[in-house]
């Protein structure tokens, strides 16, 4: 009986993938002093070819530097600015405080809204936000990549979710993109993503690159 299909990928696990002289490591998060990001530190400084990099991700869950980076890429990005007060609506904000995660992020639509927003995301005007002003139409809507490859999207974000995986060279990551009026997707932020949250063909996919290429778990 094959019973690895239950097994993986589990909660709150990290998979390191090792191929020829190079690692890829595989977690649902991979933020500043997490363990990951220490992991990823570890082997850099082994002398270890690691992906993603600690710059990468230090870069991706940052959204101002992930959308500039992003853009260099060729990439289609939302404008954004960084404020401490004034909002233009409709927006998308973004915390940039340290325990701000781009997962969290925040559609207001009118002043009262957004005041509440502001207040809570900057605690109470100590730190900046983010926003991207987006027209009364846009349409927020999110991917998963896993290696780059997305399941169940349009061809439009397939070919941006590899883009953001040459770039950035997250295994897995949620994108967040704004569908404009014209229907060209704009990235948003790249944000974290449980395996919880994953589709069953998702789950699938991570599954048989874990079950060819793992080495450990950690």
């Given amino acids: 009986m094959n019973q690895r299909r239950d097994q993986i990928p589990k ?9 020829d002289d190079s690692q890829y490591i ?6 500043y002093k997490t363990e990951p990001y220490y992991a990823i530190v570890k082997s850099e400084n082994e002398g270890i070819i690691t992906t993603p990099s600690s710059r990468d991700v230090l870069d991706a869950y940052i959204v101002p530097i992930c959308l500039e980076k992003a853009k260099l890429a060729g990439i289609s990005v939302c404008d954004w600015t960084v404020s401490y007060q004034f909002v233009p609506l409709p927006a998308i ?13 925040f559609l207001v639509n009118d ?19 983010c926003y991207q002003k987006i027209a009364d139409t846009s349409a927020v809507t999110r991917c998963v990549s896993i290696f780059g490859r997305s399941l169940n999207c349009c ?64």
């Fill in 11 to 19: 909660k709150d696990i990290m998979y390191t993938l090792v191929e």
């Fill in 26 to 31: 595989v977690n649902e998060s991979y933020f």
């Fill in 93 to 105: 904000i973004y915390g940039l405080n340290y325990f701000s995660t781009p997962s969290e992020y």
């Fill in 111 to 129: 002043h009262d809204e957004a005041k509440k927003v502001v207040k809570h995301i900057t605690n109470h005007g100590r730190y900046p936000f």
């Fill in 155 to 218: 061809e439009e974000v397939a070919e941006i979710a590899e883009k953001i995986y040459q770039v950035f060279k997250l295994p897995l990551v949620e994108i967040v993109m704004v569908k404009d009026n014209s229907g060209t997707y704009n990235l948003s932020s790249l944000a974290p993503v449980k395996y919880s949250q994953l589709s069953k063909e998702e789950k699938e996919m991570l599954q048989d690159l874990l079950d060819k290429r793992v080495k450990r778990f950690e």
